[in-house]
């Protein structure tokens, strides 16, 4: 079993910034890919970044330019820098890791006011 512990959501004004992070702990081989999804109220989960174990990155076109991914496999974790938030980008957070299954996080609420 793997466990992902994830944390840095918030409330933030339009135009703000927060960094999320997920840290993987538990019975870990081999991670392929971390990455984020998240979920607004009445809408269904959707990919925001995924970053591979080599390093390879993939966006939503929604938080391109804006949100950056990056990992560090030492410590098993990945993060998320999320710049220019915009009120759309209110969601539920989930952490997501794919070692020989697929694991969620319980996920971190991001508020954007406008």
């Known amino acids: 079993q793997v466990q992902l512990a994830e944390s840095g959501g918030g409330l933030v004004q339009a135009g703000g910034s927060l960094r999320l992070a997920c840290a993987a702990s538990g019975s870990i081989f081999r991670i392929n890919i971390m990455g984020w999804y998240r979920q607004a109220p009445g809408k269904q989960r959707e990919l925001v970044a995924t970053?591979?174990?080599?390093?390879?990155?993939n966006y939503a076109d929604s938080v391109k330019g804006r949100f950056t991914i990056s990992r560090d496999n030492a410590k098993n974790t990945v993060y998320l820098q999320m710049n220019s938030l915009k009120p759309e980008d209110t969601a539920v957070y989930y952490c997501y890791c794919l070692t020989l299954q697929g694991y969620w996080g319980l996920g971190t609420q991001v508020t954007v006011s406008s």
């Open positions: 970053v591979a174990s080599g390093g390879n990155t």
